[in-house]
């Protein structure tokens, strides 16, 4: 048998291998896609419903800011707020320092419902 014999065993062999199966191949590619959607879908709900609590603080809500400092709020501006964390002592707080609402207009209808 000579080399190009040989060669052509080869590739006799090699071209007759079943072709692979494209949801073996593409599985794990389509798997990520939908991981990233369902991440993002996430990520994007939770931004809403921050920027809506940040939308509806008025004056009188009582407020944790990033610090941990628990205050009320005094007066909104329009990228700010001006809280109350003692008698006397107002602080300015951008509207992205605020952590949590404490008490807003729902948890006042929720804890009405469960009296």
Same mark, same amino acid.
């Given at each position: 048998?000579?080399?190009?014999?040989?060669?052509?065993?080869?590739?006799?062999?090699?071209?007759?291998?079943?072709?692979?199966?494209?949801?073996?191949?593409?599985?794990?590619?389509?798997?990520?896609?939908?991981?990233?959607?369902?991440?993002?879908?996430?990520?994007? /709900?939770?931004?809403?419903?921050?920027?809506?609590?940040?939308?509806?603080?008025?004056?009188?809500?009582?407020?944790?800011?990033?610090?941990?400092?628990?205050?009320?709020?005094?007066?909104? /501006?329009?990228?700010?707020?001006?809280?109350?964390?003692?008698?006397?002592?107002?602080?300015?707080?951008?509207?992205?320092?605020?952590?949590?609402?404490?008490?807003?207009?729902?948890? /006042?209808?929720?804890?009405?419902?469960?009296?």
């Amino acid at each position: 048998m000579s080399f190009s014999q040989f060669m052509l065993c080869v590739g006799q062999t090699q071209a007759q291998q079943p072709a692979a199966n494209p949801i073996i191949v593409f599985g794990p590619f389509i798997l990520i896609g939908i991981m990233l959607f369902f991440l993002f879908r996430a990520q994007s /709900k939770e931004t809403k419903k921050r920027q809506k609590m940040l939308e509806e603080i008025q004056t009188g809500d009582k407020v944790i800011v990033g610090g941990g400092i628990h205050g009320v709020i005094a007066n909104v /501006k329009e990228s700010s707020f001006i809280v109350k964390i003692a008698d006397n002592v107002k602080v300015e707080v951008n509207k992205a320092g605020v952590a949590a609402v404490i008490n807003n207009k729902e948890d /006042k209808k929720e804890n009405k419902k469960n009296e």
